[in-house]
């Protein structure tokens, strides 16, 4: 069965702090993704990586980096948390190619930042 | 810009049929994507096409019009536990999905 873990379900951090969220996948895909998901907004893209040390800016990177050194673990790094970036976090997962296209989501971790 | 239309809300009965359209305005198709997300759940893929038509995979359906960019989710014999949001996602390029707002399925018994 397919697996995308996320480090935390619930994370509270103040304003100023370093965050680290991580995500892990289980199935040698090779693209990996950070989406946020605020309600009426729908999910936007942060970042994603196609590969080992390759990485590139989504919709919306402004705030965030990201480190992907091992293929199954992508983590998503907030340098200095803002009450903005309050919002679910979702880690998803996929291969590339033809054929039915599916991206696999980790279960999300909720920040808020106080 | 870019840019995916779909209801914010719709409402329907226990054992009836309701559809979910979706329009989309996007650089690069590669397909359309379907996905449901409960409540404090993550997205899980229904349906994803790359042609025009329909496809079917059980009591869902998934139709495509690439002319009229333009698509929709079907649901039949609703279940109180389709009572989800659902999402369209374009598939821009090789890697990226570009998402509507969310259709939030409301079922009444």
């Known amino acids: 069965d397919v697996k995308v873990t996320q480090s935390s379900r619930y994370l509270v951090k103040r304003t100023g702090e370093k965050v680290f969220l991580e995500c892990v996948q289980d199935m040698d895909h090779e693209n990996m993704f950070w989406y946020r998901q605020d309600p009426g907004l729908g999910l936007r893209l942060i970042y994603f990586?196609?590969?080992?040390?390759?990485?590139e800016k989504g919709d919306i990177p402004e705030g965030y980096s990201v480190s992907r050194e091992k293929k199954e673990r992508f983590s998503l790094i907030l340098e200095s948390a803002s009450t903005n970036q309050t919002s679910m976090y979702l880690c998803a997962s996929s291969t590339s190619g033809d054929g039915p296209y599916e991206q696999y989501f980790g279960p999300g971790t909720r920040l808020t930042v106080t | 810009g870019q840019s995916l239309e779909q209801p914010s809300e719709v409402t329907a009965v226990e054992g009836a049929i309701v559809q979910i359209n979706c329009t989309y305005q996007?650089?690069?198709?590669?397909?359309l994507s379907w996905y449901q997300q409960h409540d404090g759940g993550a997205p899980t893929f229904l349906s994803y096409?790359?042609l025009d038509g329909l496809e079917e995979t059980g009591r869902f359906s998934s139709f495509l019009s690439r002319s009229d960019s333009y698509g929709y989710l079907l649901l039949q014999e609703l279940q109180m536990k389709d009572s989800a949001s659902y999402f369209c996602?374009?598939?821009?390029?090789?890697?990226?999905?570009?998402w509507g707002a969310g259709t939030k399925l409301i079922i009444k018994p």
């Open positions: 996007t650089s690069g198709f590669y397909g």
């Open positions: 990586s196609y590969d080992v040390k390759m990485k």
């Open positions: 996602a374009v598939r821009r390029s090789n890697y990226q999905l570009i």
């Open positions: 096409n790359a």
